[in-house]
């Protein structure tokens, strides 16, 4: 079974109450929804689902999941001249946090791999570059689009203030 021939709804949380999180081709899913803050824009939420292999380390789900997230924030030019244009962009991104959802449809390795990942960000990834975590940095190496706009966390705290 693969979720996509089903009727989800990425936007309705609920949908997903009754999804096997497993797929026959050897995958398993994982559903979470992110509050992005930006610099200098309003914030937005949104939900999203990354597709794993079996195997995966905590640190790939984690990579999954963070990638699924940014792709959906979009980057300006792709977000020009759509509903997204004028929102926050990639571009501007200071803070994503998330939660993921129905942990208790995982076995028990799939789970402490989640475990794994979330108590060591507790749901949050900064991008400020005085506040980045090891992934953060490997994010943003390879896309030089990545919160090149936002100021380091010093800077944004005395504004702040």
Known sequence: MNIQNKN???SDLQSFKDCNFYNTSGTFLTVSDFIASFEEK??????????HQMDATAEEIEKSILSNALLTIGDRERNE???????????TLVKLSSCTHYTDKYD????????EFTLRQNGKWYF???????????????????ACEVKPYKEYSKKAA
């Open 108 to 115: 028990p390795v799939r789970l402490e791999k989640i475990k």
């Open 128 to 146: 400020q570059p005085d506040q980045r975590c090891k992934i953060v940095n490997e994010f943003c190496s390879k896309d030089s689009n990545l």
């Open 8 to 10: 989800y709804n990425i």
């Open 81 to 91: 001249g759509t509903h997204f244009e004028g929102m926050g962009t990639i571009e």
């Open 42 to 51: 309003e914030q937005i939420t949104f939900n999203v689902v990354a597709y």
